[in-house]
T-cell receptor
Framework: DAGITQSPRYKITETGRQVTLMCHQTWSHSYMFWYRQDLGHGLRLIYYSAAADITDKGEVPDGYVVSRSKTENFPLTLESATRSQTSVYFC???????????FGPGTRLTVL | AQSVAQPEDQVNVAEGNPLTVKCTYSVSGNPYLFWYVQYPNRGLQFLLKYITGDNLVKGSYGFEAEFNKSQTSFHLKKPSALVSDSALYFCAVAPNDYKLSFGAGTTVTVRA
């Protein structure tokens, strides 16, 4: 099916563990983004990618790592999860920088 | 640095009445402005955007927004609200690139 998918949809982990959130899009969009959504903060950009092998930091990148070896995939890794990283994470993609972004369904991550 | 303010956490209207969701922004240069809507447990959906041109922008589901440069505002409007418009609405701004900054969101409740 065409679109943008995220996995897992729900994840519970413990402090200090490594966690990887997956994002896959079928449109061959150049740009991909990772956001976190927390009450009172709206969405905040973690990392973004303008093309395969090109990534850059957003507003809140500390504690996160991304890679983009293929255009369609943009995984987000929490190297050592902390409780402050408990959040809902959204992946998005767009054709070009100023175009509307298409969002995935989100991953609800709880760090105990 | 850019920022977005949505001064109202909640907006309540009766079905059939006009709906307005306010947004003001601060950004250098010519902004890209967006409105997104989020339904419960879903990702964000694009409503409309302003990049250049006519100050009145028409979008999905009967929504429109007016760009006001002197007041740095981009209020979302709908002439006649529906119960199905009840959702969380986000304004977002980017300074002529793709690094969106989102407002904290406004919860709209339309009562029958």
């Amino acid at each position: 099916d065409a679109g943008i998918t995220q996995s897992p949809r729900y994840k519970i982990t413990e402090t200090g563990r490594q966690v990887t959130l997956m994002c896959h899009q079928t449109w061959s969009h150049s740009y991909m983004f990772w956001y976190r959504q927390d009450l009172g903060h709206g969405l905040r950009l973690i990392y973004y990618s303008a093309a395969a092998d090109i990534t850059d930091k957003g507003e809140v990148p500390d504690g996160y790592v991304v890679s983009r070896s293929k255009t369609e995939n943009f995984p987000l890794t929490l190297e050592s999860a902390t409780r402050s990283q408990t959040s809902v994470y959204f992946c998005a993609s767009s054709e070009w920088g100023g175009a509307e972004q298409f969002f995935g369904p989100g991953t609800r991550l709880t760090v105990l | 640095a850019q920022s977005v303010a949505q001064p109202e956490d909640q907006v309540n209207v009766a079905e059939g009445n006009p709906l307005t969701v306010k947004c003001t922004y601060s950004v250098s240069g010519n902004p890209y402005l967006f409105w997104y809507v989020q339904y419960p447990n879903r990702g964000l959906q694009f409503l409309l955007k302003y990049i250049t041109g006519d100050n009145l922008v028409k979008g999905s589901y009967g929504f429109e927004a007016e760009f006001n440069k002197s007041q740095t505002s981009f209020h979302l409007k709908k002439p006649s609200a529906l119960v199905s418009d009840s959702a969380l609405y986000f304004c977002a701004v980017a300074p002529n690139d793709y690094k969106l900054s989102f407002g904290a969101g406004t919860t709209v409740t339309v009562r029958a």
